[in-house]
Each structure stands twice: as structure tokens, then as C-alpha cells.
């Protein structure tokens, strides 16, 4: 249901943008998300948008990080500015339809000299 692309070895002080292409609409979802796993860490969430057009991002990564979607592509992405090497994880969308969560498949970010 959902694709997620983008990914990649970026150096630090780079950019990257994720993409995250769902198979039906996003215009109704309850809510879209960008999470992150490291080696040996918890995955943790690192922004999220509501419905309602309320936002959240992680202090780790506010001020660098933008999340936004285009309802007519049925994509969210997740803009991520100044990267640095603790950015390095496996990054994960997520959409909830009717209280259902549907993960994408993860994408490698790499920040790295």
C-alpha cells in the first residue's frame, strides 16, 4: 500500500527528500508519518501530520525536517535539511486509514563523509 523511496549516502550539511507513494487516496487519512530505526535503537517517530493539519516533529529534528503531502499524488514526503551522521537510519512512512496503520517499507539514510 505503501512504497517509500529516496533514500541514500548523503554527506553531513546535505539533503535529502523521502517520498512515500500510497496505492489509494491520502486525501481522507487520518494521519501520515515519517519514522526512523538505527542499528540497535527503538524506532522512533520523526514527524506526523494530521488530518486536522496539526504537526509534530522530534526535537532532534525540528528546524531541519519538513514534512507535507500532495493529495493529488497520493504521496507524503519528508524534506530533510542538514542532515548529520546521528540522522543515519532506516526511515519508515506510515498512513492511518480508519484507525488502520499501514507501514511502507523502510529506505536507508546514510549521512556519512
Wanted: net charge positive; with cysteine; charged share 15%.
Amino acid at each position: 500500500q505503501l512504497q517509500a523511496s529516496g533514500g541514500g549516502l548523503v554527506q553531513p550539511g546535505g539533503s535529502l527528500r523521502l517520498s512515500c507513494a500510497a496505492s489509494r487516496s491520502i486525501f481522507s487519512v487520518d494521519a501520515v508519518g515519517w519514522y526512523r530505526q538505527a542499528p540497535g535503537k527503538e524506532r522512533e517517530s520523526v514527524a506526523i501530520s494530521s488530518g486536522g493539519g496539526n504537526t509534530y516533529y522530534a526535537e532532534s529534528v525540528k528546524g531541519r525536517f519538513t514534512i507535507s503531502r500532495d493529495n493529488a499524488k497520493n504521496t507524503v514526503y519528508l524534506q530533510m535539511n542538514s542532515l548529520k551522521p546521528e540522522d543515519t537510519a532506516v526511515y519508515y512512512c506510515k498512513c492511518i486509514w480508519s484507525a488502520y496503520h499501514y507501514w511502507g517499507q523502510g529506505t536507508q539514510v546514510t549521512v556519512s563523509s
